[in-house]
């Protein structure tokens, strides 16, 4: 028998291992080496300014989650207080860039492998990684949710020790001058850095399978962002402490070496080991996310609905999952910097979270017995300082970056006008289908 529901059964403890493990990835042990590179030793100062839009997403995605407790609430959120045309286009945005964002993800773990296996085939170790943890999210969501639990405690110790390691044994002297190159890098450190905190919206994705979403999803959220905070400003503090910001971005693995400046044997081992942890734990999480997303939308037949199934005995969009398995694989066969990825997921997230900031203020009038029906819910100040502050963080980030890479925000441009298409002709087949069996 083929069902179309999910269940709950993650509770606060396997909500905040998930958003910990969705949001610290393999960027914190890459990035900022590469953002370093050009901001300077001021990159820890540059994870501090992302955490303040971050800050915003986080009562965002609180009050939707609490709002709309189902998976895929964004959506049907932009959908029901905008419009069914930008809710697609959420959509759109979301699915295709597993294409991206999980491969981005998966080389990083394949280049921290090397330390443990020199000359293994980094796009063979991409792929295997892609393929077990879509067979991990297709077999149930407690499998996955038990695994990312684990995952997340043994990368939260590794990069805790590498911290507080590293800044012990800096060097004051190569923190001097602290913006060696201006503010301008320092912007777009901040802005690529921001990336690095996105992930926070997997809570709302995977809201239909927590249990007592209304108690569980705010608690979830501001725990887990108190600790990746702490562990954002450690890591490139210890990094640009303990090695010259000029070099840091001659190497992949500037953590490890990093690590080899205070650490014995074992000690750099398993940081190379948390950065394994917190790739795979990304990656499960994003499968996790963007599943759910393609599940939605072929429910709604803006997919196609043979997709929208819950499989009879493990309880997931099995069939949505190997759809964002598929697209994350292609997308490993091609090639592209970790700073261009996170920029070009940065452009297309900001679309996201303008839709999203303009949903919320529409939320009270627009579906005004779901907004008060939700147990997360502000006074009307509260919630248009939090949507407004939201869109404007949004649209600056979204300007600097069409600013500094044209090309790039016209080829985004061209990839909203093919979704727009595409919804064009899903919407008109699902009313047909609709009026056909009304």
Same mark, same amino acid.
């Given at each position: 028998?083929?069902?179309?529901?999910?269940?709950?059964?993650?509770?606060?403890?396997?909500?905040?291992?998930?958003?910990?493990?969705?949001?610290?990835?393999?960027?914190?042990?890459?990035?900022?080496?590469?953002?370093?590179?050009?901001?300077?030793?001021?990159?820890? *100062?540059?994870?501090?300014? $992302?955490?303040?839009?971050?800050?915003?997403?986080?009562?965002?995605?609180?009050?939707?989650?609490?709002?709309?407790?189902?998976?895929?609430?964004?959506?049907? %959120?932009?959908?029901?207080?905008?419009?069914?045309?930008?809710?697609?286009?959420?959509?759109?945005?979301?699915?295709?860039?597993?294409?991206?964002?999980?491969?981005?993800?998966?080389?990083?773990?394949?280049?921290?492998?090397?330390?443990?296996?020199?000359?293994?085939?980094?796009?063979?170790?991409?792929?295997?990684?892609?393929?077990?943890?879509?067979?991990?999210?297709?077999?149930?969501?407690?499998?996955?949710?038990?695994?990312?639990?684990?995952?997340?405690?043994?990368? *939260?110790?590794?990069?805790?020790?590498?911290?507080?390691?590293? *800044?012990?044994? $800096?060097?004051?002297?190569?923190?001097?001058?602290?913006?060696?190159?201006?503010?301008?890098?320092?912007?777009?450190?901040?802005?690529?850095?921001?990336?690095?905190?996105?992930?926070?919206?997997?809570?709302?994705?995977?809201?239909?399978?927590?249990?007592?979403?209304?108690?569980?999803?705010?608690?979830?959220?501001?725990?887990?962002?108190?600790?990746?905070?702490?562990?954002?400003?450690? %890591?490139?503090?210890?990094?640009?402490?303990?090695?010259?910001?000029?070099?840091?971005?001659?190497?992949?693995?500037?953590?490890?070496?990093?690590?080899?400046?205070?650490?014995?044997?074992?000690?750099? $081992?398993? *940081?190379? $080991?948390?950065?394994?942890?917190?790739?795979?734990?990304?990656?499960?999480?994003?499968?996790?996310?963007?599943?759910?997303?393609?599940?939605?939308?072929?429910?709604?037949?803006?997919?196609?609905?043979?997709?929208?199934?819950?499989?009879?005995?493990?309880?997931?969009?099995?069939?949505?999952?190997? %759809?964002?398995?598929?697209?994350?694989?292609?997308?490993?066969?091609?090639?592209?910097?970790?700073?261009?990825?996170?920029?070009?997921?940065?452009?297309?997230?900001?679309?996201?979270?303008?839709?999203?900031?303009?949903?919320?203020?529409?939320?009270?009038?627009?579906?005004?017995?779901?907004?008060?029906?939700?147990?997360?819910?502000?006074?009307?100040?509260?919630?248009?300082?939090?949507?407004?502050?939201?869109?404007?963080?949004?649209?600056?980030?979204?300007?600097?970056?069409?600013?500094?890479?044209?090309?790039?925000m016209l080829s985004g441009a061209v990839f909203m006008g093919l979704g727009f298409a595409w919804y064009l002709v899903a919407s008109r087949g699902a009313a047909g289908t609709s009026s056909r069996h009304g």
């Amino acid at each position: 028998m083929t069902r179309t529901e999910l269940t709950r059964s993650i509770g606060l403890p396997g909500a905040a291992f998930l958003i910990i493990g969705y949001v610290v990835g393999a960027t914190i042990f890459i990035l900022p080496g590469s953002l370093a590179a050009d901001a300077g030793p001021a990159v820890y *100062i540059a994870y501090l300014l $992302a955490a303040i839009p971050a800050l915003f997403a986080c009562f965002a995605m609180a009050l939707i989650g609490c709002a709309v407790p189902a998976s895929g609430s964004i959506y049907i %959120v932009i959908r029901d207080a905008l419009s069914p045309a930008l809710g697609f286009m959420y959509l759109w945005i979301m699915v295709v860039m597993a294409g991206a964002v999980i491969p981005l993800v998966a080389f990083g773990f394949a280049d921290y492998s090397a330390y443990f296996y020199e000359g293994l085939d980094s796009r063979l170790v991409t792929l295997s990684v892609i393929g077990l943890f879509v067979i991990v999210n297709y077999l149930g969501m407690k499998a996955a949710a038990g695994l990312q639990s684990l995952m997340v405690v043994g990368f *939260i110790i590794v990069l805790s020790g590498f911290g507080v390691g590293g *800044i012990a044994n $800096a060097d004051p002297a190569l923190m001097r001058p602290l913006f060696p190159n201006g503010w301008s890098p320092m912007v777009m450190a901040t802005i690529t850095a921001y990336f690095s905190y996105t992930g926070v919206f997997i809570i709302a994705e995977v809201a239909g399978e927590i249990k007592n979403p209304g108690r569980t999803i705010p608690r979830a959220i501001f725990l887990s962002f108190a600790v990746i905070i702490l562990l954002y400003m450690m %890591v490139p503090l210890a990094l640009t402490g303990v090695l010259p910001w000029q070099t840091l971005g001659d190497t992949q693995m500037a953590v490890v070496t990093a690590a080899e400046k205070f650490l014995p044997g074992w000690g750099v $081992a398993a *940081i190379a $080991a948390g950065a394994l942890f917190a790739a795979a734990t990304s990656i499960n999480g994003i499968v996790m996310g963007l599943s759910r997303d393609f599940y939605k939308g072929a429910k709604s037949g803006l997919f196609p609905r043979y997709f929208g199934a819950v499989h009879a005995r493990f309880n997931t969009p099995g069939r949505a999952v190997l %759809v964002i398995g598929a697209l994350s694989l292609l997308g490993a066969n091609f090639g592209g910097t970790v700073v261009q990825y996170a920029q070009i997921a940065v452009m297309g997230l900001m679309v996201i979270q303008v839709m999203t900031g303009i949903a919320l203020l529409k939320l009270p009038g627009k579906l005004p017995d779901v907004y008060a029906a939700s147990s997360f819910k502000p006074g009307k100040f509260t919630l248009r300082f939090i949507s407004i502050g939201y869109i404007v963080f949004s649209m600056i980030f979204l300007v600097i970056l069409a600013v500094d890479q044209p090309k790039s925000m016209l080829s985004g441009a061209v990839f909203m006008g093919l979704g727009f298409a595409w919804y064009l002709v899903a919407s008109r087949g699902a009313a047909g289908t609709s009026s056909r069996h009304g």
